[in-house]
């Protein structure tokens, strides 16, 4: 698709989307203008079923149009739900090798999570599996269901069970994801171990979201753990970032910077010489937080003495005042 046309596509599916966004009203006999909705849902239904799986566009506007008007219009009719299942299972038989998985499985996800059948909407994700792709955003809809409806614990189990479907997305692509865990987080406590246990299964992807978590909770401990297995630098990371550790955990920053310190002295070079003192200074105003004057002053003359061969290393120590 070109750029324009991308550009196009992308500007009508908002327009749609911002309309959907507005409440249905029905007057009088209601039953003409939802035969209008529901010819609505069938067309929808058979372009997001043949649709690239690269576009999405009609995949986004068939779930807006059930979250938004036909769902809260129907008062949550599980009659409604059930004829449309039936019409997506029929759309298996007859598109064959042509039809888009993922839409048409996140579609039937989307009834069944309505009817409370969760078991068989999670059995469908998994058995997808890797091949379905999938983002958060395509879960959003399932899992603002139940945010919007404060189904909490339910949202818990849909967190810690489509969690290990989003392996290999990392970063930003996963905020998404971990926004929903600290709502859930927030509202039910008692999540709190059912988050942790899945967003470590999904290291190394879920790191960043894990990090923020843990900083949220000020679960510092494991937050420097996690830093010293992944090799950090602290001095990667603005002086800002570290001051939350600094003020509430001071000493769990001491194995971080000495661990670092010792790295760069390993390197043998005038940078690294350079780098370690910037840390040193930084752990001898840890310690002195700390009123570990003493301990400091063994570490460092011991540290001198047996680096004491490093010439470099040795005038870089006196020029940060570390040594006289």
């Given at each position: 698709m070109g750029y324009h046309t991308q550009l196009a596509l992308d500007g009508l599916r908002g327009q749609a989307l911002s309309l959907l966004e507005d409440k249905l009203a029905l007057a009088g006999d209601s039953s003409a203008y939802w035969d209008r909705l529901m010819e609505t849902a069938d067309f929808l239904r058979e372009r997001m079923l043949t649709e690239d799986k690269t576009l999405g566009c009609f995949a986004t506007l068939y779930a807006s149009l059930w979250l938004q008007w036909l769902s809260p219009g129907s008062a949550g009719n599980a009659l409604l739900y059930e004829e449309e299942l039936r019409k997506l299972e029929a759309a298996e038989a007859e598109l064959g090798p042509t039809l888009s998985r993922q839409p048409w499985t996140l579609a039937q996800c989307l009834l069944l999570l309505y009817l409370a059948r969760d078991s068989e909407a999670l059995a469908l994700l998994a058995r997808g599996g890797s091949k379905l792709i999938l983002k958060p955003e395509h879960l959003a809809p399932l899992l603002s269901v139940l945010e919007r409806s404060k189904q909490w614990a339910r949202l818990r189990d849909w967190l810690a069970e489509t969690g290990p479907l989003l392996a290999g997305l990392r970063g930003e692509e996963l905020a998404l994801y971990g926004d929903y865990w600290a709502a859930v987080v927030t509202q039910m406590p008692e999540a709190e171990p059912a988050m942790w246990l899945t967003l470590q299964a999904m290291l190394p992807y879920s790191r960043t979201i894990y990090e923020d978590a843990l900083a949220a909770h000020g679960r510092w401990d494991r937050w420097i753990d996690l830093q010293m297995c992944m090799?950090?630098?602290?001095?990667?990371?603005?002086?800002?970032?570290?001051?939350?550790?600094?003020?509430?955990?001071?000493?769990?920053?001491?194995?971080?910077?000495?661990?670092?310190?010792?790295?760069?002295?390993?390197?043998?070079?005038?940078?690294?010489?350079?780098?370690?003192?910037?840390?040193?200074?930084?752990?001898?105003?840890?310690?002195a937080r700390l009123k570990r004057d003493e301990r400091w002053e063994?570490?460092?003359?011991?540290?001198?003495?047996?680096?004491?061969?490093?010439?470099?290393?040795?005038?870089?120590?006196?020029?940060?005042?570390?040594?006289?």
């Open positions: 090799g950090q630098d602290p001095l990667s990371f603005r002086v800002t970032a570290l001051k939350p550790v600094e003020k509430e955990a001071p000493e769990l920053l001491l194995p971080f910077y000495h661990q670092a310190v010792e790295r760069y002295v390993l390197q043998k070079n005038r940078d690294g010489y350079k780098a370690a003192t910037k840390l040193l200074k930084r752990l001898a105003k840890l310690y063994q570490f460092l003359a011991l540290f001198a003495s047996r680096n004491s061969r490093l010439r470099a290393l040795q005038e870089e120590l006196r020029k940060g005042g570390l040594l006289s």
